[in-house]
């Protein structure tokens, strides 16, 4: 089945650095690549939706210029949290949808579980 | 408003069935999804069902869906231990990306 990879799948970093989490469609190329984050026993939020080459579409009430994506490739797209704080301490996990396979096949990575300290 | 709501815990005997609950947003063209997601995971998908159906079953687990109620149920029988886990119930409405993710129901299975 359709596999997607996260990398790292845990990162601790100081206040004030920016930190680069990738998203990888392995076995198939995904035309819309997906960025949720998820806070202790809570829900996933919707926090924007890339299609390759394009800009990014930020839900309401994400910064986009905290939350930097960059969607290059039909198989890589990367999440920059730029001058992280403790606030963003959150599991961040992406999804993707399969180019031939229609908005019903979209499929979840691991996850990365981010620490600010 | 889009809105996907669902119970917080539900603690069962291993052995016995598991019922999991979700309340969806009025929409007239829908998929729903059932996710599993173990600490510290990734989700999973278990099953979906689109909203012109009322049922569909995939070996251990049975999907209903009362429409008129807009009321999905996830039944797991004969839960196991390795079933303890958060369950998502998650909307989309036809022809669109946006998954709307209920709460989460923490499932734990008493040995």
């Known amino acids: 089945g359709a596999v997607v990879s996260q990398h790292p799948s845990w990162v601790i970093c100081k206040s004030g650095t920016s930190v680069k989490i990738e998203c990888r469609s392995l076995?198939?190329?995904?035309?819309?690549m997906f960025w949720y984050r998820q806070f202790p026993k809570q829900s996933l939020m919707l926090m924007a939706t890339?299609?390759?080459?394009?800009?990014?579409?930020?839900e309401q009430g994400v910064e986009k210029d905290k939350f930097l994506i960059n969607h290059a490739s039909l198989t890589l797209s990367t999440l920059t949290v730029t001058s992280a704080h403790p606030e963003d301490s959150s599991f961040y996990i992406c999804?993707?949808?399969?180019?031939?396979?229609?908005?019903?096949?979209?499929?979840f990575g691991p996850g990365t579980r981010l620490t600010v300290l | 408003g889009e809105d996907v709501e669902q119970s917080l815990f539900l603690s069962v005997r291993e052995g016995d069935s598991s019922v999991i609950n979700c309340t969806y947003t009025?929409?007239?063209?829908?998929?729903l999804y059932w996710y599993k997601q173990e600490p510290g995971a990734g989700l999973q998908l278990l099953t979906y069902?689109?909203?012109?159906?009322d049922m569909k079953q995939d070996q251990r687990l049975t999907v209903l869906l009362n429409k008129k109620d807009k009321h999905l149920s996830l039944r797991i029988a004969d839960t196991q231990t390795g079933d303890s886990a958060i369950y998502f119930c998650a909307e989309r409405t036809s022809g669109t990306y946006k998954y709307i993710f209920g709460t989460g129901t923490r499932l734990k299975v008493l040995a």
């Open positions: 009025d929409s007239s063209s829908t998929y």
């Open positions: 890339s299609n390759e080459g394009s800009k990014a579409t930020y």
């Open positions: 076995d198939f190329q995904a035309t819309t």
């Open positions: 999804s993707a949808t399969e180019l031939a396979g229609g908005p019903d096949t979209q499929y």
């Open positions: 069902i689109f909203s012109n159906m």
